[in-house]
């Protein structure tokens, strides 16, 4: 899974190398005849006999640390059950400010 951008463009960039070095062969004379030059990489091509056919290199993180006291007062729950009220509640708002100036008027 791609929990964040960096995995996603990580996991992209390990496929596109993976891809890059995949050979196809084909039983078709069709095929095989419309391009030389596949018979000739075949030639140079050698067998991976690596354990793991393109091998996933390590992250390294940054240390975890200690919690700062603006960090340990932040109540992030409620601000984003107020965001998402907030959020919800703009249209009814907005209706009834209007209906107000129009029954003002």
């Known amino acids: 899974r791609n929990k964040s951008v960096e995995a996603l463009q990580r996991n992209v960039d390990r496929l596109k190398e993976y891809m890059s070095k ?26 991976n006999t690596h354990k793991h056919i393109i091998p ?15 960090e340990k007062k932040f109540m992030a729950f409620s601000t984003l059950r107020i965001a998402r009220a907030e959020k919800r509640l703009v249209g009814p708002r907005q209706k009834a400010k209007a209906s107000k100036k129009d029954a003002d008027s």
Do not use: G, H, M, N
């Open 56 to 70: 996933i290199p390590r992250v390294k993180y940054e240390p975890s640390r200690a919690i700062t006291a603006d």
């Open 22 to 47: 995949l050979v196809f062969l084909t039983s078709r004379k069709r095929k095989s005849q419309k391009s030389q030059d596949s018979r000739a990489k075949l030639k140079e091509c050698k067998q």
